[in-house]
Nanobody, 124 residues
Framework: QVQLVESGGGLVQAGGSLRLSCAASGRTFSSARMGWFRQAPGKEREFVSAISWTGVSTYYADSVKGRFTISRDNAKNTVYLQMNTLKPEDTAVYYC?????????????????WGQGTQVTVSS
């Protein structure tokens, strides 16, 4: 059974930074494409960022490009999301997701496993 456990969320003022972590277990992490999604109150879950299994290719939503950075450490089975210059509109529950063998980067349906989510709240 695959487990994804997010951490690092919290309350931060606008302009601040947070780093989210997602620790994976139960399957070969190094062969998984990993993604981050978020869901704000009253809104649908949306794509934030993803990274290929090698770490060479990264993908970002336009709303976070230039502010967020995704990375991974395959030796630690962990993927990170460094979030800088946070805005109140970044407030959401952030979810980590893993994909093995599927195509598609931006669609929730292409991811096989999900974490429980971590709350990020940005105050103005």
């Amino acid at each position: 059974q695959v487990q994804l456990v997010e951490s690092g969320g919290g309350l931060v003022q606008a302009g601040g930074s947070l780093r989210l972590s997602c620790a994976a277990s139960g399957r070969t992490f190094s062969s998984a494409r990993m993604g981050w999604f978020r869901q704000a109150p009253g809104k649908e879950r949306e794509f934030v960022s993803a990274i290929s299994w090698t770490g060479v290719s990264t993908y970002y939503a336009d709303s976070v490009k230039g502010r967020f950075t995704i990375s991974r450490d395959n030796a630690k089975n962990t993927v990170y999301l460094q979030m800088n210059t946070l805005k109140p509109e970044d407030t959401a529950v952030y979810y980590c997701a893993a994909q093995w063998g599927s195509s598609g980067t931006y669609s929730q349906s292409s991811y096989d496993y999900w974490g429980q989510g971590t709350q990020v709240t940005v105050s103005s």
